[in-house]
């Protein structure tokens, strides 16, 4: 257990637990690596459709949430949050919607579990390269 110790006046010492942070570090790099691996099929499917790289650019400034980018990579449109769990399933397992909210909760303040560290950054990576192959960000 990790705690902070506070001194107090005259000579009393008081431990307060501190949470852990890897429950919130972990999840939260790895959203990031998600995050780029959407804005990157995003990109790739924009080029490919032939879209005006502004219009792409201010649909990426307004997609302020996660699920807006993974919605504009995977269906070129922002709006369609409510299909990207499916999307996923469909795409890479359902380990990977199950990742893709373990990142999301890593946010949150009770943090996300992770047994396994490294299976769970295996896990990311492996999404993340799937979701970055231009093959399948074109739909």
Not at 113 to 125: A, E, G, K, N, W
Request: hydrophobic share 40%; proline share 6%; aromatic share 4%.
């Amino acid at each position: 257990m990790q705690g902070e110790v506070l001194a107090r006046v005259p000579s009393r010492v008081k431990v307060h637990p501190v949470t852990d942070p890897v429950p919130h570090v972990l999840p939260s790099l790895c959203r990031i690596a998600l995050e780029n691996a959407f804005l990157e099929a995003a990109w790739i499917r924009h080029h490919r459709a032939g879209g005006p790289e502004h219009a792409l650019q201010a649909a990426v400034t307004g997609a302020d949430k996660l699920m807006k980018v993974a919605a504009l990579a995977l269906f070129g449109d922002a709006r369609r949050t409510g299909d990207v769990y499916r999307e996923l399933r469909t795409r890479c397992g359902q380990h990977a919607v199950d990742t893709l909210k373990r990142c999301q909760d890593g946010a949150h303040a009770e943090g996300a579990r992770i047994t396994d560290p490294h299976r769970f950054v295996d896990l990311v990576d492996t999404m993340a390269q799937k979701i970055r192959k231009p093959e399948e960000a074109v739909r």
